[in-house]
Structure formats: C-alpha cells, structure tokens
T-cell receptor, first 114, second 117 residues
Framework: SAVISQKPSRDICQRGTSLTIQCQVD?????MFWYRQQPGQSLTLIAT?????????ESGFVIDKFPISRPNLTFSTLTVSNMSPEDSSIYLC???????????FGPGTRLLVL | AQKITQTQPGMFVQEKEAVTLDCTYD???????LFWYKQPSSGEMIFLIY??????QNATEGRYSLNFQKARKSANLVISASQLGDSAMYFC??????????????FGTGTRLTIIP
C-alpha cells in the first residue's frame, strides 16, 4: 500500500481567492488522481495527473479553475482558483503505483468557502 | 446510465450481526475491477477489498468478503460479526480497463452503515 498525506487538512477561504492543496506519497507512483466530494455526495474525479504529461481533466472540470502540477513521482498539487461557495467540498488525492493496482487515498482536504 | 448502483442509502445493523451491502455495476468491458472503500466521519477513504473480473474465487480480507455474481453484475460486500467501528459510509467503485495512464474509479452513491450496540 501507499501512505499519502495532504496539506492542508482543512481551510476556510474567502470567495475569489485561490487555495493550493499538496499531496505527498511515501513512494514513487505512476498515477495520481484528484477527486472532489461535495457535501453528502459521492466522489467525482476532477483529473488524472501523470508525471511528465499534462493532467487529463474530466468533463465539467477545466484547467483554468483547477490547475494541477505533477513535478515528480511522489508529489502533486491541485489549485482551486477563484473560489466560490460552490467549491466547498472535500478534495481527495489518490495514488496508484502501477497499472491495474489498487488506488489508495489521502486523508482529504476539507474546504469551506465563505 | 449509472455505472455503479448502490440502492441502500442507509442501513442499521445490530452489533455482532453480519451485514450485506449491495452493489450492482454496468460495463461492456470484459476486463474490470471492483473495489469497496470505507469512509468514516473523518473523511478518509480506506480501501477494503478488490475483485477482478477474471478472478475465479470471491475475494476475502479478514471480516470482509465480496459476493461476486458476474452474470448478475453484482458485487456485494459482506461484513461478518459487525463492530461499532464499522459505522461509516461504504462506497463501491469500478475501474474499467486496463487503460494505462487513466485508470480512474467510478463510484456509487454510497451506503451509510450504522452499527447499533
């Protein structure tokens, strides 16, 4: 398994500002993913982040709103830009060591936008 | 159409009883994997068990087992001898492929399990 940490664990932000969430894995992984979980809802994939290539965004998510970096095989960041109250969610990072392996999740970042 | 369907929004179970959480899936890909995750109130997603579409036997991990019925496209999670710490949201998820570089999970809506002392 992989041990994944996220920073910050929670934050309260003002609308119009941006927040960058960091995800650190304790070992090298091929694939990293960012999910959003709105209050009382299931998880929705925002994008897949593979090292050395641009992130692949799912329908309804755009790079200008959710820029992602993946500078190496153990680290990724997600920025939530120009935030509105609708961005209040839990943001979860996950990692998968290789193809067809289990995806493990970080503890999540609870974001509240006022 | 929903790819993963969990029809039980909430369940209440007496401590020490067994519980079955339902999950049905929809895919035309012959190669896929099914996962169950537990999400306590703290918010973290904890991996419980995995079943591959070509696996001949049902997966087991301690008190967790997966009742895989391929023809019916169901992958129910069975928790034996439930404990108070099992109270959480449970999500069924599917990965289609292999699709190297983009092996995303599709999640169901979840079941909130409450264990009653």
């Amino acid at each position: 398994s992989a041990v994944i940490s996220q920073k910050p664990s929670r934050d309260i932000c003002q609308r119009g500002t941006s927040l960058t969430i960091q995800c650190q894995v304790d070992s090298q992984v091929t694939m990293m993913f960012w999910y959003r979980q709105q209050p009382g809802q299931s998880l929705t994939l925002i994008a897949t982040a593979n090292q050395g290539s641009e992130a692949t965004y799912e329908s309804g998510f755009v790079i200008d709103k959710f820029p992602i970096s993946r500078p190496n095989l153990t680290f990724s960041t997600l920025t939530v830009s120009n935030m509105s109250p609708e961005d209040s969610s839990i943001y979860l990072c996950s990692a998968q060591r290789g193809s067809q392996e289990t995806q493990y999740f970080g503890p999540g970042t609870r974001l509240l936008v006022l | 159409a929903q790819k993963i369907t969990q029809t039980q929004p909430g369940m209440f179970v007496q401590e020490k009883e067994a519980v079955t959480l339902d999950c049905t899936y929809d895919t035309s890909d012959p190669s896929y994997g099914l996962f169950w995750y537990k999400q306590p109130s703290s918010g973290e997603m904890i991996f419980l068990i995995y079943q591959g579409s070509y696996d001949q036997q049902n997966a087991t991990e301690g008190r967790y087992s997966l009742n895989f019925q391929k023809a019916r496209k169901s992958a129910n999670l069975v928790i034996s001898a439930s404990q108070l710490g099992d109270s959480a949201m449970y999500f069924c998820a599917m990965r289609e492929g292999p699709n190297f570089g983009n092996e995303k999970l599709t999640f169901g809506t979840g079941t909130r399990l409450t264990i009653i002392p």
